[in-house]
């Protein structure tokens, strides 16, 4: 009995130290690597896009095109979550009427034989209260990437560079698209600038230890006007006696 014990508490410990040694031995063996952390992507640090409407859809409806090797799913943020996120970060309405469609056309990424070829599409539709379509934006940006690493975390690092880089032309295509078509409907979202207060004429000391400034030179006093002779009076002669 005691025997009996002894062998299956020493088979369960090289067991356990099997288990212990597997990942050890993968990794020495060049095994799977562990999963890369992508950061979120977010475009709320940029300036706001604030429409004349009073609300904003968005449409992110677009599906990958049958018969094409698309890889935008494989990447850490999918080309289409990340412009619905453009979106809901930099659109606002600020007005009491109308509406405005936020409409994803395209967001792919495909693999040839040696590149991935991104294609992003939008358009911004306006509408009035009646629904009549009163203004149209549209932007669409395209790079191209060589495949450097096929391994899953080599794919998904370089497909997250791709969507970050498309995203960043995305953001600069767009504004200028709504600045270049939709300028009536766009506000400003600074604030206003205060009113300047009374202008305070102020003397100014001057600082301690300054000079002086020189006084201005006098004006010469102009040359004293030459003395009148004073007037003599008059006195006539006196009378001379009459002889006796």
């Not at 979120?40 to 095109?65: E, F, G, M, Q």
């Not at 309405?93 to 994803?104: D, E, K, L, N």
């Not at 975390?153 to 498309?166: F, P, S, T």
């Not at 295509?173 to 102020?202: C, I, K, M, N, W």
Request: hydrophobic share 40%; with cysteine.
């Amino acid at each position: 009995m005691t025997e009996t014990w002894v062998a299956r508490r020493a088979a369960l410990t090289a067991l356990a130290f099997s288990a212990l040694s597997i990942p050890v031995l993968l990794t020495a063996c060049g095994g799977p690597a562990p999963p890369v952390h992508f950061a979120p992507l977010s475009w709320d640090y940029l300036a706001p896009l604030k429409l004349n409407v009073a609300a904003i859809d968005i449409d992110d409806s677009w599906t990958p095109r049958a018969g094409t090797r698309e890889k935008g799913f494989l990447a850490p943020v999918r080309p289409v979550d990340a412009l619905r996120k453009m979106a809901e970060d930099r659109l606002i309405p600020g007005g009491s009427s109308g509406r405005a469609v936020f409409v994803i056309d395209d967001a792919s990424i495909v693999q040839t034989r040696e590149n991935y070829q991104g294609s992003f599409a939008v358009h911004l539709d306006v509408t009035t209260s009646d629904g009549t379509r009163s203004g149209y934006a549209e932007a669409r940006v395209l790079r191209t990437r060589t495949i450097k690493d096929d391994s899953p975390n080599g794919v998904r690092a370089e497909l997250y560079d791709m969507v970050k880089q498309m995203m960043s032309d995305m953001n600069v295509e767009f504004e200028y698209q709504l600045h270049r078509s939709l300028r009536d409907y766009l506000q400003t979202t600074e604030p206003a600038a205060p009113a300047p207060g009374p202008v305070e004429q102020l003397e100014l000391a001057p600082p301690a230890g300054a000079p002086e400034a020189p006084l201005p030179p006098e004006a010469p006093l102009p040359p004293p006007a030459p003395a009148r002779p004073s007037a003599v009076p008059f006195s006539s002669p006196a009378p001379t006696p009459l002889a006796p």
